[in-house]
């Protein structure tokens, strides 16, 4: 007969923990404002005196159309969630730079309000927030406006995320503006019972940034946080300085950690937690990012395209909660979309994620997955907060990992996860809970640049380790596969039931509407000279003339040659404040662009494109020999901003160009122009992309209508070329009547040769990108009309490149695979 472990000895084993952990760090207590609100100790947080397992989804409302917030909070409940979060961009709340750095007209945090108090009042979840001021995120900038920029030193030093004093002083002019809007969202300001935020985090990732006295700035973000109102519990993710530290203030800040591991790894989320929560026993074990599936990038590849499957998210939750997290948050759950170019540069206008919660809203395998789990956690959530245990040593073929965690009334979690990703296993399995696992491989995660990397803190020790027989279960799981048994107090693991339970599939109904192809389209040149000209101030940067977002620009210059200068230059040299790119006319005839095969973002992203460039450079050089003539000549210079990066050197840089002129060789200025500029190019003034634009005297042009829109893939593009500056397109279509009780999302398929921004009815929908992978769009169904009387405006605004700026074919598709019965 199995002996069965008593409820008195898991109480005695759970009690003779939690005096060891408090007696090692007594020195540096967590101080609570409000704890009778919000507390944590070594297990887990505690909300109005209750106990509470963190269940979290990560949800940006900047990739999200507001209109569509609901639906995703929606599906976020539904699938058992109590938890929201949200990073915060500086960039996207204070648009323009200020006057001054006591200047707060600036800020609009209308968005991050209706944000909260949705998620909050209207869905009853806790909200996590997430500031920065650095968030990475693939976001432009990591959250950074573009005209901070200009604050720095500009002396080539990595400035952002570190300890100067400029620095810091800008950052606290944020960190104070966006404190006092979170402080009146915190649970702390609600009645008891209420949902309000909960979290506050520090920074971001700064264990991946190399920069001196980093405590300095953790610090001065703390005492501005606290005086400013923040009081709910403070966190980092992946920062030592902040884990079990013994200063006074940042022994207040626990850390998480981001799990980002391969398909065959997710032993190693049980490895790391059981370490995150050895190096802080007085703090809960958290998953800030747990994998959701990876960003796209252009050249690259589509988030669907990410190993990260249902199986694989099933294992790196179960596997995280055996290590002892008491807190998990999936980045993303919804991805959403980098509209009017916000995403990072480099970036896909899709941040589908490969999330469970899909780009246009959509549901599958992982959502259930999620939901499975969520239903798991609200049956055993608060007692699974306070188990004790983790991995423990397996008799078995060697296929398993797995372990156990027991409830102070003696509830036994058995976690197991079959590391075999082409084989099932059923067969009997012994756990030995007073034997730690011990790890045998390497283990590895995942980097922002999607590269693997080796852990080097898998060193889990034996405080893990339960004071209890072994005893034999019967394991049946599938490839990968992963599971819970749930063995009642004092009963037999005959008795236990395995968890979590499926989830009911979704239904879906049975539709037969057909993709809409385009055959017309309207075609006009940008009409430069109707653009809005003002003088180019020498050696002015986009953000020092007050353009900090991603739009396209145009430059002119107007000069006098005679006969020797028109036989003398041979070229057209830029220098630019950062690596971007431009397309050129001389005399209203396309010049020729030195070097091209490195030009057009073909080959982006690179490691030269992402050095910074000095100011003696010329990184835009273009052959003009036999363009210029004797008398009057202009040049027009098309700007594609290509984006600001969000963690690396060119995330130092404004945008623009610093000079330009002409030139004897392809080196060096010898007769430098004047310039001026138009913030916008002149169709954007002329809003051609509004829908209530009459495109009188536009061209029309026939598109293809039967051959196949390839759905992805990288240049695939039409190869043309370059014939003008900046081209515009619009396109019309209606779509047929469906039932109010039937949610289809759209999608445009594109096929077309150029670099610039769409529209739908009006609304930015993203960056097209030639060179790919991305060929499909997502139209979100709160900018489009439905019904046959109703019209539809697609409008393209495209930079020529060496393909010029061709729309070949057009399809707006219906994507039938997702649609549902509405809720």
């Not at 290509?642 to 007769?671: F, K, Q």
């Not at 077309?752 to 960056?767: C, D, E, K, P, Q």
Request: charged content about 20%.
């Amino acid at each position: 007969m199995r002996r069965i472990l008593s409820v008195a000895l898991v109480l005695t084993f759970i009690a003779k923990v939690n005096i060891s952990a408090m007696s090692m760090h007594s020195d540096t207590a967590r101080h609570f404002r409000y704890p009778d609100r919000i507390r944590y100790d070594g297990s887990c947080m505690t909300i109005d005196g209750k106990d509470v397992f963190i269940y979290s989804a990560a949800f940006h409302y900047f990739r999200c159309p507001q209109e569509l917030w609901r639906d995703r909070f929606r599906k976020i409940k539904q699938a058992g969630f109590n938890t929201v979060e949200t990073y915060i961009p500086w960039n996207w709340h204070e648009r323009n730079m200020p006057y001054n750095i006591n200047d707060t007209s600036k800020f609009d945090f209308r968005e991050l309000k209706a944000w909260l108090k949705m998620a909050q009042e209207e869905f009853g979840l806790y909200t996590i927030v997430r500031p920065g001021p650095f968030l990475c995120a693939e976001w432009s900038g990591g959250g950074y406006p573009r005209w901070l920029s200009l604050k720095g030193p500009g002396k080539g030093d990595f400035w952002l995320r570190s300890a100067d004093p400029v620095h810091i002083e800008w950052s606290l002019h944020w960190w104070k503006a966006v404190s006092k809007v979170v402080a009146a969202e915190q649970v702390t300001r609600k009645k008891k019972g209420q949902k309000g935020v909960i979290l506050f985090q520090l920074e971001n990732e700064y264990d991946a940034h190399d920069t001196p006295n980093k405590e300095l700035f953790l610090k001065a973000l703390y005492r501005s946080a606290k005086s400013n109102g923040i009081d709910v519990p403070l966190f980092t993710c992946l920062t030592g300085e902040c884990r079990a530290s013994k200063d006074p203030e940042l022994s207040q800040v626990f850390d998480c950690d981001n799990y980002y591991v391969d398909l065959t790894e997710a032993p190693s989320c049980a490895r790391r937690m059981v370490n995150l929560r050895k190096a802080q026993p007085n703090a809960p074990g958290m998953v800030t990012e747990l994998q959701g599936g990876w960003f796209s990038l252009v050249t690259g590849r589509l988030s669907e395209e990410n190993y990260s499957d249902a199986r694989h998210l099933k294992a790196i939750s179960l596997m995280s909660l055996l290590g002892g997290a008491t807190g998990i948050n999936y980045y993303m759950f919804y991805g959403g979309t980098h509209f009017a170019g916000w995403g990072a540069r480099g970036m896909t206008t899709s941040y589908d994620y490969n999330a469970a919660i899909r780009e246009n809203g959509a549901v599958g395998a992982k959502y259930a997955v999620a939901k499975e789990i969520g239903d798991f956690l609200r049956v055993y959530g608060g007692q699974l907060a306070r188990a004790a245990g983790g991995p423990c040593e397996l008799q078995s073929s060697g296929k398993l990992f797995g372990g156990v965690r027991v409830a102070p009334d003696g509830t036994r979690f058995v976690f197991l996860h079959n590391t075999d990703q082409e084989h099932a296993v059923k067969e009997k399995v012994t756990l030995v809970p007073g034997k730690i696992d011990k790890p045998s491989v390497p283990m590895y995660n995942i980097n922002q640049h999607g590269e693997r990397v080796l852990i080097h803190d898998i060193n889990t020790g034996a405080s893990g380790s339960l004071a209890m027989p072994a005893f034999t279960i019967e394991a049946d799981l599938p490839a990968l596969g992963a599971g819970i048994l749930v063995i009642p107090p004092g009963a037999s693991p005959e008795k236990g039931q395995w968890w979590p339970k499926a989830a009911v599939p979704v239904e879906r109904p049975a539709l037969a509407i057909q993709p809409i192809r385009i055959a017309v389209a309207k075609r006009i040149e940008d009409p430069v000279a109707r653009a809005v000209w003002k003088p180019l101030p020498a050696a002015a940067s986009l953000p020092a003339l007050g353009i900090s977002d991603f739009r396209y620009s145009l430059y002119r210059a107007a000069f006098q040659l005679n006969a020797a200068e028109v036989s003398k230059e041979k070229y057209l040299l830029f220098n630019m404040f950062t690596r971007d790119i431009v397309s050129v006319t001389v005399n209203g005839v396309p010049a020729k662009r030195l070097f091209p095969d490195k030009a057009d973002a073909q080959s982006w992203p690179t490691r030269d494109a992402d050095k910074r460039i000095g100011s003696n450079e010329f990184d835009n050089r273009f052959e003009v020999a036999g363009l210029l003539k004797t008398g009057t000549n202009e040049i027009v210079v098309a700007y594609e901003n290509l984006g600001h990066a969000h963690g690396y050197v060119p995330m130092e840089e404004p945008a623009g160009i610093r000079a330009g002129g002409l030139s004897v060789t392809d080196t060096l200025l010898s007769h430098p122009l004047r310039w001026e500029y138009a913030a916008d190019v002149a169709g954007v003034t002329q809003n051609y992309c509004q829908p209530g634009f009459e495109p009188s005297g536009w061209e029309k042009v026939a598109l293809d209508t039967t051959g196949e829109i390839p759905r992805k893939g990288n240049r695939m593009q039409p190869k043309g070329g370059q014939t003008g500056l900046f081209t515009w397109y619009r396109v019309e279509f209606y779509l047929p009547d469906i039932s109010p009780r039937i949610w289809v999302p759209w999608m445009a398929r594109i096929n077309a040769s150029g670099n610039g921004y769409m529209w739908l009815n009006g609304h930015n929908i993203g960056r097209h990108w030639e060179t790919g992978p991305q060929r499909e769009f997502y139209l979100p169904e709160c900018w489009l009309n439905t019904g046959k009387q109703k019209k539809n405006v697609l409008v393209f605004g495209l930079r020529q490149t060496v393909s010029g700026a061709q729309l070949h074919a057009v399809e707006i598709r219906p994507c039938l695979e997702d649609a549902a019965f509405k809720q």
